[in-house]
């Protein structure tokens, strides 16, 4: 830490705790990261949990003249949430969120995701009108500060347009909620000399005809270059002046700590889509005419673009002989009922019948058509990430034209990207608002791609400004990326206007200075992020952050991006031998960080835009840690069976000991030799399963209309009984087969099942040798009792499941329980459902394999209230972490309890995951199976109709 910081550091510590604050270097440059091109690494990380904190900050922040930036999700693209100064990041305390009666308004603090808004308000059809394409990562408070918007939402529905009151902390510490008429009147009266200020420069721009036009007409198109002039000339209460100059601010004039919305209607009915035309300019004049009618988006595709994804499966083969000029629009219409729809749709498409496309096209209400056009667009970006080099980064630009001029200007731009050769360039982008993207990938290794990058920038500010009177920036923020370029978009009188602004907000220039207005005219070409060569199985990565709200881990240590960002420097350290100090200290730390934390759950390729799963890097570095264990593990292969025995064993004699001490004595003495072990020996917790006791089935002549079914109880079901005290003391496997047979099947298992294993326990471990050999060796039995997969098999355990799906010969018929339940076992029950509130946790594999639907839809046939916790992702159990690494699993599930008190229980797919979400909740937590045979029993025979061979 450099010297100027330390007395700011060891103050702190006064009023934030020492966890809070973050100064190695390991996390300074892991926590420093986001999604944009260019690194600055922090002197020190502030996780704030309060406004009472943001402003104590913000006042000793100015008593040390230390800049302080402001970060939410970091998955802005522009520079603007880096800093190598103070980085304020936002803790748990920031989540919080109110919905007025009629759902018109609703109230974030910016800690909330973007999309969890959406969720909280989708039961009244509404949701926040601001749609960025990262909404699902995006925090409220990034997405204000940057106005972003999206696919739908145009200059309409955008932060500034919906905004309907805002809380804020000023430079000098003050708070002012506008919705609160007290905090108002008490900011006019203690501040009237800023408030004078913005009158007068709100009259002064109102008396400027020819800068009011231009503001005029800069907010007719997307634009988020520089600080929201329009706020001038839009209001005249400086109150109303200040909070809309906040929206887009990029944390340059205050802190946002909470913000109401203006909801907007989210209509149930939805139609998209997919047309093709031969030329660009027949597609933009396409554009204007949908203009007018009752679209809600209207994403163009160029050629390039269509070319990146024609040979993705499902594509339509007609678009590899699509012409050099061709484009497509992808266009989707909502409204309130199904017959308004239809009409909607006969208006779009006669608005464009007398322009020729490429084949004819119709409208789908098909959510899954539909979700596949939308994929084809949203393919888009990773596709050049997908096929970039190595080394290189996919930088997304982002601009703005007239709507008319729309053809020209991408045939402009298609001419600059091959007199700078970027011929791997495509376009893309919101086009009803003439907002298009272009995506391209960039090396920063030598001088001259340096140039090159500089050259092409210079030409696309002066073809947007100059030659079409366009937006540098339409919605992904200023930061420093555009910073040299705001004065040539704006000229001078906006120029001087913005600084104006700048120093009667932060007049000491200590709020994320350097971002929106920047006086060196090549900041954009300096601090660019280094992008090297680590492992194949994450080089592809963007550092975009859409992985990091589902990872378990984010909260104790480190993210997918994060644990990426670390190893590439772990990697560049050793290919280099610069620093070896460094490394080993990176080395070291990564031990515990990124792998020893790391559930390797791999909910983070769900989310990811080229589809890396972290784990596979994090399994693989066990691979190499543990090679000296190969032997042992060929060892416990081999012997499966008498190490099941032995577990078996063990869970009875802690459940015999539990009995004896008693809950309180059983955890002060298991607490106390894990501590002395060094935490060596695992955790033991109340809700420690018992042995289990599993009973053969014996199979009834006659009383199996449904056919037969392969049962598969995994080692955990096979060993691991329901906990001390459980409400039903019956293991799953007696549970399962109990409930195969209440629907009418034969339940048959395989031979010589304790030695069978899918090898999981292996796999997670890195053992890769011994994992794929039992799962070789299960995939064997299977094929022998199933009949040559003639007999469907049910895997009663879904991180097994998805494990022998991805790995075992397609002609096998298996079924994770959950699809099994959904498809083949409700259908021949009786669902008398029961009217408490149950919670469920859908299981990271479960999300993989797609099931979180059928899973709902099973609880909601048994219940009459289904709370499923929210941002709760991966139970942070994995396999056995739960017991060697319990900071792990405690973390993920810190919300979990306080969301369902008011549940009479937990239900799951995975026995292992139960135990933590059991431990953290206060409730037993159990297979669904349990809940469906509880509400459950036989249909008549005549109702039912034979599903299984």
């Known amino acids: 830490m450099k010297p100027e910081f330390q007395a700011f550091h060891q103050q702190l510590q006064s009023f934030i705790p020492p966890e809070r604050l973050i100064t190695d270097p390991l996390r300074t440059l892991a926590y420093g990261t986001d999604a944009s091109f260019y690194r600055l690494i922090p002197q020190i990380v502030v996780r704030v949990e309060s406004e009472t904190e943001v402003v104590r900050l913000i006042g000793l922040a100015h008593e040390h003249a230390l ?13 603007q949430a880096i800093t190598d100064s103070v980085l304020v990041q936002l803790g748990d305390g920031w989540k919080g969120y109110e919905i007025s009666e009629d759902a018109s308004t609703i109230r974030l603090q910016p800690g909330v995701i973007g999309a969890h808004a959406n969720r909280y308000l989708a039961p009244f059809q509404r949701k926040i009108g601001p749609d960025p394409a990262s909404i699902n990562a995006a925090k409220i408070g990034g997405i204000a500060a940057n106005n972003a918007s999206g696919m739908c939402c145009g200059t309409a529905q955008n932060s500034y347009r919906t905004l309907h009151s805002m809380r804020m902390v000023l430079s000098d510490g003050s708070v002012l909620d506008t919705a609160d ?29 020819a800068l009011k036009q231009k503001i005029e007409h800069k907010y007719r198109l997307k ?21 809309h100059l906040m929206i887009g601010s990029e944390g340059t004039l205050g802190f946002i700590s909470a913000i109401t919305y203006n909801t907007v209607p989210d209509h149930p009915y939805k139609a998209s889509a997919l047309v093709f035309f031969d030329q660009v300019r027949t597609t933009c004049e396409a554009v204007a005419r949908l203009k007018s009618t009752p679209v809600a988006a209207v994403e163009l595709m160029d050629r390039a673009g269509l070319r990146s994804v024609e040979d993705k499966p499902g594509m339509p083969d007609f678009i590899r002989s699509l012409p050099e000029n061709a484009a497509a629009l992808l266009i989707e219409t909502r409204a309130e009922s199904e017959a308004e729809l239809h009409q909607q749709i006969k208006t779009i498409m006669a608005s464009i019948e007398a322009l020729p496309t490429s084949q004819p096209y119709e409208f789908s209400t098909d959510p899954v058509e539909c979700a596949r056009y939308w994929a084809i667009r949203k393919g888009l970006f990773p596709a050049v990430g997908a096929v970039r080099e190595t080394g290189t980064t996919v930088i997304i630009e982002d601009v703005a034209f007239p709507v008319e001029q729309l053809a020209d200007a991408v045939a402009d731009l298609h001419e600059l990207f091959l007199r700078w050769d970027y011929p791997e360039a495509l376009i893309f982008g919101h086009a009803l608002e003439g907002n298009l993207h272009f995506v391209f990938t960039q090396s920063f290794d030598t001088d001259e791609a340096l140039r090159r990058y500089e050259g092409l920038m210079d030409d696309v ?81 963007i550092e975009c952050g859409f992985c990091e709200p589902v990872c378990p881990s984010r909260d104790l240590t480190l993210t997918p991006r994060q644990r990426i960002v670390i190893w590439r420097e772990i990697n560049e350290l050793d290919r280099s031998g610069d620093d070896p100090k460094r490394l080993q200290l990176f080395k070291k730390q990564y031990a515990y960080q990124g792998e020893e934390t790391c559930a390797a759950c791999g909910l983070c390729s769900t989310s990811c835009p080229v589809g890396i799963n972290t784990g596979d890097l994090t399994r693989l570095i066990r691979h190499y840690n543990h090679e000296h264990r190969e032997n042992l593990a060929a060892w416990v292969a081999e012997h499966y069976g008498g190490v099941m025995k032995a577990s078996r064993g063990l869970f009875r004699l802690a459940d015999v000991t539990h009995k004896v001490l008693g809950t309180a004595r059983m955890g002060a003495i298991t607490q106390g030799v894990r501590r002395l072990s060094g935490n060596r020996v695992q955790q033991w917790t109340p809700a420690m399963p018992t042995a289990a006791k599993m009973t053969l089935p014996v199979t009834e002549p006659g009383n199996t209309p449904a056919g037969k079914v392969v049962y598969l109880p995994s080692c955990a079901s096979r060993t691991m009984g329901p906990m001390r005290g459980s409400e039903e003391p019956i293991s799953l496997a007696d549970k399962t087969i109990h409930l195969l047979r209440k629907a009418g099947f034969e339940v048959i298992l395989p031979d010589a099942l304790e030695g069978l294993c899918c090898g999981m326990p292996f796999q997670s471990k890195g053992m890769f040798n011994a994992a794929e050999r039992k799962r070789s060796e299960l995939g064997i039995h299977l094929m022998k009792v199933s009949n040559q997969g003639q007999i469907p098999v049910y895997s009663d355990t879904s991180p097994c499941s998805l494990r022998l799906q991805e790995g075992l010969p397609s002609e096998l018929q298996i079924f994770d329980s959950v699809e099994f339940l959904d498809r083949f076992v409700l259908p021949r029950l009786e669902i008398t459902p029961i009217d408490e509130a149950v919670a469920l946790h859908i299981t990271c594999s479960s999300q993989r394999q797609g099931q979180d639907i059928a899973l709902k839809r099973i609880l909601e046939a048994c219940s009459t209230n289904v709370i499923v916790p929210d941002q709760i992702t991966c139970c942070g159990f994995a396999g056995d972490k739960g017991f060697s690494t319990p900071e792990l699993n405690a973390s993920a599930l810190r919300s979990l309890k306080s969301q369902v008190q008011q549940c009479s229980g937990g239900y799951s797919t995975s026995r292992t995951c139960e135990i933590g979400l059991s431990h953290h909740s206060g409730i037993e937590y159990r297979s669904v199976v349990y809940l469906l045979d509880r509400c459950s029993h036989p249909k008549p025979i005549e109702d039912t109709c034979h599903v299984a061979s």
């Open 223 to 243: 634009n988020t270059t520089g600080y929201a002039l329009n706020a001038l000339i839009d209001f005249e209460d400086p109150i109303d002046i200040l909070q």
């Open 181 to 209: 008429r007290d905090s108002v009147a008490q900011f006019r009266q203690q501040h009237h000399a800023l408030l004078d200020s913005l009158d007068s420069l709100a009259k002064l721009t109102r008396s400027n005809s």
């Open 67 to 79: 800049p302080l930036t402001f970060r939410a999700a970091g998955t802005s693209l522009s520079g």
């Open 461 to 541: 500010a002066d073809l947007v400004v100059n030659r079409y009177g366009g937006s540098l920036k339409a919605e992904h923020g200023t930061g420093r990326n555009m910073a040299p370029y705001v004065e040539l978009e704006w000229g001078q009188d906006a120029y001087r206007l913005m600084k104006e602004i700048k120093s009667l907000l932060d007049p000491a220039g200590l709020l994320n200075p350097g971002v929106i207005l920047n006086d060196d005219a090549k900041v954009h070409l300096k601090n660019l992020k280094p992008m090297p060569a680590a492992n194949p199985l994450i080089d592809k990565c």
